[in-house]
């Protein structure tokens, strides 16, 4: 049993990892999810792009959602509602108008259809290469990444991203920004589609990469800790909750890195080539059974830890101090005496 010593005594604990023990990689438990013949359907932000991609160069079935990107929990389970049967609500969404005909709500805005017969017709397509992916899927992965969202408060329904604009002026669409009780309750149900109603297994990762902007009267800085802070914690409390859902901690690797800018390119806010391999590996590392490869990733570019307690320190710090109440007496009176002296010299 790991014990945490200190010049109080010694605990016995059942978990410890301190702070001056951290290192790479990430300590984590192995849970073998992925085998060759596992088949993972991917969705959420950027990190669902990468890890399809990459599940693709190692020749492991399954792929992203045809849609594209999902940025919250809002719009995954409604997406992921509407292949088991769900999600009614979203017949009543019209498409939106634009100069060069109308655009999807839920879909990739840059694709621009003439008749709503083309843009339904282009819809249901991408409907059912999702249905066959994640019906099909064996393991599915959540990535998450915003709070901030815009939904129609006629319909109820969350749209993917900001309406197009020029579309914008002439739909309902409310600005939202979802709060912790909300994703849990989504993440609920994102689950009950994937375990129960699927029969695949789920994880769920946090996307590192900040927001390109804020649309609250907040700072981007806080704005995006606010918005990183109510994902993780509702991830976290989920996680806890389900003994059939595991998290991975691509979010971490990144934001807690020694140079955070390692790992990131010049703007800042997307990360390097470099860091994602790492990521996708470290990923496998985690959750591949024994018949996958591990692929070797270059380190070389990662900062090494370097500022560590040591462990005279970390018992100072749970000593403690000891005051005395003689000493400090001792101390104000020799203060008053020099204080006296000083003043008789300038007298003088």
Avoid at 44 to 67: I, V
Avoid at 108 to 130: G, K, N, P, Q
Avoid at 248 to 269: N, P
Wanted: proline share 6%; with cysteine.
């Amino acid at each position: 049993m790991p014990k945490l010593e200190s010049r109080l005594g010694t605990w016995d604990l059942p978990h410890l990892h301190m702070w001056k023990d951290r290192g790479v990689p990430y300590r984590a438990a192995r849970v073998p999810l992925v085998e060759p013949s596992t088949r993972i359907a991917t969705i959420g932000s950027c990190f669902a792009t990468e890890l399809a991609n990459g599940l693709k160069r190692m020749k492991l079935g399954g792929g992203q959602h045809p849609a594209g990107l999902f940025y919250n929990t809002k719009s995954i389970r409604q997406e992921l509602e509407r292949i088991v049967g769900g999600w009614p609500e979203r017949r009543a969404e019209p498409y939106w108008p634009v100069d060069a005909g109308f655009a999807h709500p839920f879909k990739d805005v840059t694709h621009h259809f003439a008749t709503e017969a083309e843009i339904a017709a282009w819809s249901d397509d991408l409907d059912r290469e999702a249905d066959a992916l994640f019906t099909n899927a064996d393991l599915v992965v959540v990535t998450l990444g915003l709070i901030e969202t815009w939904r129609n408060p006629s319909t109820g329904n969350t749209f993917r991203q900001i309406p197009h604009p020029e579309a914008f002026g002439r739909t309902p669409a409310e600005f939202h920004r979802l709060d912790q009780a909300t994703m849990r309750e989504d993440l609920e149900a994102i689950r009950r589609v994937v375990v129960e109603g699927l029969g695949a297994k789920l994880v769920v990762t946090v996307s590192p990469v900040p927001l390109v902007a804020t649309m609250t009267p907040l700072d981007v800085f806080v704005a995006n800790t606010e918005s990183k802070s109510r994902i993780r914690s509702a991830v976290s409390e989920f996680v806890a909750a389900h003994d059939d859902v595991h998290y991975f901690h691509s979010y971490e690797l990144v934001t807690t890195a020694e140079r955070q800018s390692d790992f990131m390119k010049e703007d800042g806010r997307h990360v390097k080539r470099a860091a994602v391999e790492y990521i996708l590996a470290d990923f496998l590392r985690v959750f591949a059974g024994p018949g996958v490869e591990v692929p070797e990733v270059d380190r070389s570019w990662m900062t090494d830890i370097a500022q560590r307690a040591s462990p005279s320190e970390m018992q100072d710090r749970l000593q403690p101090k000891e005051t005395s109440v003689r000493t400090d007496a001792k101390a104000l009176a020799k203060k008053i005496a020099q204080r006296g002296r000083s003043r008789l010299a300038r007298l003088w």
